[in-house]
Nanobody, 114 residues
Framework: QVQLVESGGGLVQPGGSLRLSCAAS????????MGWNRQAPGKQREMVAM???????NYADSVKGRFTISRDNDKNTVYLQMNSLKPDDTAVYYC????????WGQGTRVTVSS
């Protein structure tokens, strides 16, 4: 079964941190770039971060220096460490595999509010 299961979302105050996790089926993880996208209310889904099988990363300008994507190839898991969170980071975060066709998780909600 092909699936991505996110966890780790929640409510956090501005300036706080969260770590998102995404457990993947091996068939859509091992040989593929993995990524995190997000969709805020009333906005289009946007790329947040991505990581290749070799560990090369790319980030949206809005999160550079605050978010870190990583992957554990033994656990078939990709992570998103989010620091210095801002209210603008409030969104549903989706894990995805860059397999063709793309595979998406169900999303985990992150709310940054005081």
């Amino acid at each position: 079964q092909v699936q991505l299961v996110e966890s780790g979302g929640g409510l956090v105050q501005p300036g706080g941190s969260l770590r998102l996790s995404c457990a993947a089926s091996r068939s859509i993880f091992k040989d593929y770039t993995m990524g995190w996208n997000r969709q805020a209310p009333g906005k289009q889904r946007e790329m947040v971060a991505m990581i290749t099988t070799g560990g090369n990363t790319n980030y949206a300008d809005s999160v550079k220096g605050r978010f870190t994507i990583s992957r554990d190839n033994d656990k078939n898991t990709v992570y998103l460490q989010m620091n210095s969170l801002k209210p603008d980071d409030t969104a549903v975060y989706y894990c995805n595999s860059y397999r063709n066709p793309r595979v998406w998780g169900q999303g985990t909600r992150v709310t940054v509010s005081s």
